[in-house]
Structures are given as C-alpha cells and as structure tokens.
C-alpha cells in the first residue's frame, strides 16, 4: 500500500513555472513505476509524464515534451513535475500515480495501482 500526497500547485501567468510534488509513504517507493496525470473540467484524465523505477527513463505526452520534467529522489520517496513555459490549456487538476507492475509506457488510469487526491493548476493568458 502506498499512500500519495501533492503539492505545489497553484495560479501561474502564461510563461511561468510550477514544481509539483508527490510525497509517498508505505513500503518499497522505489519498486513502483510513478506517474502524472491531470484532468481539465469535463475531461477524461489523461497522462502527463512517467518514470521508471529508479529513474535512469521517462516518457512523457507529446504537448509536454521540452517543457516538463519528471523526476524522482527514492531517498526522500518523493517524485517532481517541474512545468516550465506553462500555457493556459495546461490549466487542470495534476494527480500523482504509482504502479506496480506498469513500465514507463504505461498511460492509461487502469494501468496505476494508487492515486493522490490532486493539486490544480491554473494558468493565466
């Protein structure tokens, strides 16, 4: 089991940057693949980014490629999502996921085993 925490959302102009945070606690946060998924209102959640479990790969969708970076410190069971150049369709709820037995390509909801309860971002034009 594996509890999920996120935090460092809030309201950013267009341009600007936000780092999230996901804290785990539980057992083992280094034998889970971690995600990022954010769902915009009325809108399917959909997959940001993910990272393999000791964090040497990634994979992220195409309309954040050269803007986000996930990472993750298995020290401190924590994984990041650094958002730099933020747009206003970048404006959702940001959810932190880890999964068992899913690999970096992994990017649908069903494919990860825990969630956290969200943190929104929202961009301003």
């Known amino acids: 089991q594996v509890q999920l925490v996120e935090s460092g959302g809030g309201l950013v102009q267009a341009g600007g940057s936000l780092r999230l945070s996901c804290a785990a606690s539980?057992?083992?946060?280094?034998?889970?693949?971690m995600g990022w998924f954010r769902q915009a209102p009325g809108k399917e959640r959909g997959f940001v980014a993910a990272?393999?479990?000791?964090?040497?790969?990634?994979n992220y969708v195409d309309s954040v490629k050269g803007r986000f970076t996930i990472s993750r410190d298995n020290t401190k069971n924590t994984v990041y999502l650094q958002m730099n150049s933020l747009k206003p369709e970048d404006t959702a709820v940001y959810f932190c996921?880890?999964?068992?037995?899913?690999?970096?390509?992994?990017?649908?909801?069903?494919?990860?085993?825990?969630w956290g309860q969200g943190t929104q971002v929202t961009v301003s034009s």
């Open positions: 990272i393999s479990r000791s964090g040497g790969s990634t």
């Open positions: 996921a880890a999964s068992r037995y899913g690999g970096i390509y992994s990017y649908t909801v069903d494919e990860f085993d825990y």
């Open positions: 539980g057992r083992a946060f280094s034998s889970y693949t």
